[in-house]
């Protein structure tokens, strides 16, 4: 455990204030057990993956701060991989081309985690993680399962209903997940993978300092679509400005704040609200400052 560690380290934007203490367990059961002390304990506990959905607040975050990137292990089970939740995207993609296993092609260049892509059930605006889920192991908070005393169980996508961006997880959070892959071969994954990462490169900031999609789509929509056509690309609040490749991306360009980045998303929603009538809903998840 470390104390005050900056959470600008730990952040795509690189943008947050100190963790009061920062916990990197190494093994699911670990976490598992460090969760369950925490909340005997009555500490507060955020939990961090990649950071790359986040903006943690300029304040910092008292109680623990969780980082989930220690454990990073990964299993061939049959057509699947079973994988932890501090396994990185690109790595989970790597494995799976090399393993000719099909079905995670689209996190090509997508930052993050697996655990923190089961929260917020990352992909693209058609698909997302969960579409290839078999099984997830939860800790739940609060009671205890009844059956055998245990913090955690697993679960089927089934009691999850994940939806669009939404892991539906409840406050549960990931151990362990079963993914469901096809069988295909390392040279026709490989090939998929390229063609989107071509359309990626093309498209989004993908080099620059950024945490991915900050609003989700409305349904039938593209956000970064109207956020571009509310004049809005090149837009500066502070350190954050509207990306001039997809209106959809803020980018830090030195400086920012999570200050910065509430009024910007405040004024993204205004303008939007203004000009097409449409709420746009958040991908990007803000921690609130402290009191
Ligand atoms: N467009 C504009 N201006 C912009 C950006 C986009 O006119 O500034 C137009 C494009 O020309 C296109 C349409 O909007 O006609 C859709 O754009 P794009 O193909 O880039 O897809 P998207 O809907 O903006 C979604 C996901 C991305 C994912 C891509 C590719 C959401 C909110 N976004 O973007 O996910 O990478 O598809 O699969 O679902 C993320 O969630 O963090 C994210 C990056």
Not at 51 to 64: F, H, K, Q, S, Y
Not at 144 to 160: A, Q
Not at 251 to 257: C, D, F, L
């Amino acid at each position: 455990m470390r104390l005050h560690e900056p959470l600008s380290n730990w952040t795509t934007m690189r943008i947050g204030g100190p963790a009061e203490m920062f916990f990197e367990p190494h093994k699911p059961e670990f976490l598992a057990d460090l969760l369950t002390a925490l909340e005997k304990d009555g500490v507060p506990w955020t939990l961090l993956g990649g950071g790359a959905n986040t903006v943690a607040p300029d304040g910092g975050i008292p109680g623990a701060v969780i980082h989930t990137g220690n454990m990073r292990r990964l299993f061939r089970d049959g057509n699947g991989l079973r994988v932890w939740p501090g396994v990185t995207l690109p790595s989970l993609v790597r494995s799976a081309q090399g393993l000719g296993l099909s079905g995670v092609e689209e996190l090509v260049g997508v930052p993050g985690h697996v655990g923190g892509a089961l929260a917020m059930n990352a992909g693209s605006a058609e698909w997302g993680i969960w579409d290839q889920v078999e099984e997830v192991v939860l800790w739940s908070p609060g009671a205890v399962n009844e059956e055998d005393g245990l913090k955690f169980r697993t679960w089927s996508p089934k009691e999850i209903q994940p939806a669009y961006r939404q892991g539906n997880l409840g406050g549960r959070v990931v151990l362990e997940a079963l993914l469901n892959l096809e069988e295909s071969s390392p040279l026709v994954v490989k090939a998929t993978q390229d063609d989107f990462l071509k359309r990626k490169n093309r498209s989004q900031p993908v080099r620059l300092t950024s945490a991915g999609c900050a609003f989700k789509n409305p349904s039938g929509e593209s956000a970064g679509r109207l956020i571009d056509q509310a004049g809005l690309k090149g837009h500066q609040v502070g350190g954050v400005k509207v990306s001039d490749i997809h209106a959809n991306f803020l980018v830090n360009e030195g400086g920012a704040t999570a200050a910065d980045v509430r009024q910007m998303l405040a004024e993204i929603e205004q303008a939007v609200q203004g000009r097409f009538g449409i709420s746009l809903e958040r991908e990007l998840a803000v921690i609130p400052e402290p009191l």
